[in-house]
């Protein structure tokens, strides 16, 4: 991008608008989840079917975040982001309609490529900021994506409950949520190509620091996706806890993860990246164990806040380390968004696979082995601690990008 110099008010403005765009985002997420049963029984699918189904947005994010970065280099970042924030939020639109298992295959294949190619935009351009004021804000923009989705979910749920048609609702949703998106767009830093700057490929292999900063995100993600989908049938299904409590353990560690990404940032500004990383994967290996040597619900539900806990900042870490770690930033963080997509994608079914064949305490065990390499891999997230100035020293005009 080209070299461009804005003073602390803008960076700061733009720090905002990029914090709404990731909301927006989350709100999107959440919008749609909440209504997935309704979309079930709309397109008149199975069980088996919607789990195929739910594949496709993965696999249209691994596929289109790579164009990404192309997109940013043609129109301007602050364009693409405008443009690719309103197909994400307009395509939550797509799933309700559809009326069969193909057109909802083919309905979820774009809202996932839509989704992923906003998440790398909205990263990249998070990153820059984050370089620009000298210090982290990258766990609190993946904190405020988690209220975004909290928010979303609440609103969903309120329509569920009144039982409202789930098109009407998204239509609703997807006109507020993209007005806001563009909008805040308004705001972000307008970085454009340099005269002399060639395009990136619009499909390559990601560098191979990338590869190494995305396996931290791997374990992180894969421990998130466990439990996430798994924490409550830990509780009822080995501790014999209520469905009530069950769901409180999940909804316990979704809350812990966002509390922990909103004030993350000021953790990674006084110890690094890789320390903060490294005590994360501590606590998250402590968790796990907590969780596979349980023997009443009140240790499990321990566990897995302690597993929220130390994971939370790693996903948003990876990221920023990605972002600083090659002269293209766009196809680094696509490169690490698109294994934290597979992990997200693999992990549920992992853990029901291994449980299947052995039990929930063996799967759990392999969470916990995926904690411990947070430990032992943090230092390839040097990256992101990189040039950063020391807490409280910041310039009055902020210079533009490396190129």
């Known amino acids: 991008m080209s070299e461009v110099v804005y003073d602390e008010v803008e960076v700061r403005r733009a720090r905002y608008a990029v914090a709404a765009v990731f909301a927006v985002h989350g709100a999107v997420t959440g919008s749609f989840a909440t209504r997935v049963p309704w979309i079930q029984d709309h397109a008149s699918v199975s069980a088996g079917q919607l789990g195929l189904a739910l594949a496709f947005p993965a696999l249209g994010a691994s596929l ?4 990404a970065g192309s997109i940013s280099h043609r129109f301007g970042a ?8 309103a197909l994400w939020s307009l395509s939550l639109v797509l799933p309700s309609l559809a009326p069969n298992l193909l057109t909802l295959c083919l309905a979820l294949f774009v809202y ?8 790398v935009a909205m990263n990249a351009l998070g990153v820059d900021v984050e370089n620009r004021l000298g210090r982290s804000i990258m766990s609190g923009l993946h904190g405020l994506w988690s209220a975004g989705a909290l928010i979303g979910s609440a609103a969903g749920t309120l329509a569920a409950h009144l039982g409202a048609d789930a098109r009407l609702h998204h239509v609703l949703a997807a006109g507020v949520l993209t007005a806001l998106g563009v909008a805040s767009c308004a705001w972000v830093l307008d970085l454009q190509p340099g005269e002399d700057e060639e395009p990136p490929p619009r499909f390559a292999l990601p560098p191979r620091s990338a590869l190494l900063i995305g396996a931290v995100g791997f374990c992180a993600v894969f421990a998130e996706g466990a439990s996430l989908d798994w924490s409550a049938v ?6 014999e806890a209520s469905p009530g409590l069950a769901a409180a353990c999940t909804t316990g560690f979704t809350l812990t993860m966002a509390i922990a990404r909103l004030v993350g940032d000021k953790v990674v500004d006084r110890y690094g990246s890789v320390r903060t990383v490294r005590v994360g994967g501590v606590l998250a290996t402590a968790g796990g164990l907590l969780i596979v040597l349980a023997s009443h619900p009140a240790a499990a539900m321990a566990g897995f806040a302690l597993m929220g806990l130390g994971i939370a900042v790693v996903v948003p870490l990876c990221f920023a380390a990605a972002g600083r770690s090659g002269p293209n930033p766009s196809l680094a963080i696509a490169g690490v968004a698109t294994i934290t997509y597979t992990s997200g994608l693999v992990a549920p079914s992992a853990i029901g696979g291994i449980a299947e064949a052995t039990s929930l305490t063996v799967s759990f065990g392999l969470v916990t082995v995926l904690a411990c390499g947070l430990v032992l891999f943090a230092g390839v997230l040097r990256a992101g601690d990189r040039d950063r100035p020391k807490v409280g020293r910041r310039p009055s005009a902020v210079p533009g990008p490396r190129t």
């Open 64 to 67: 289109a975040m790579p164009l």
């Open 78 to 85: 602050r364009n693409a982001l405008r443009g690719l924030i």
């Open 112 to 119: 996932g490529a839509t989704a992923g190619m906003a998440d």
């Open 234 to 239: 830990y509780l009822r299904d080995r501790l």
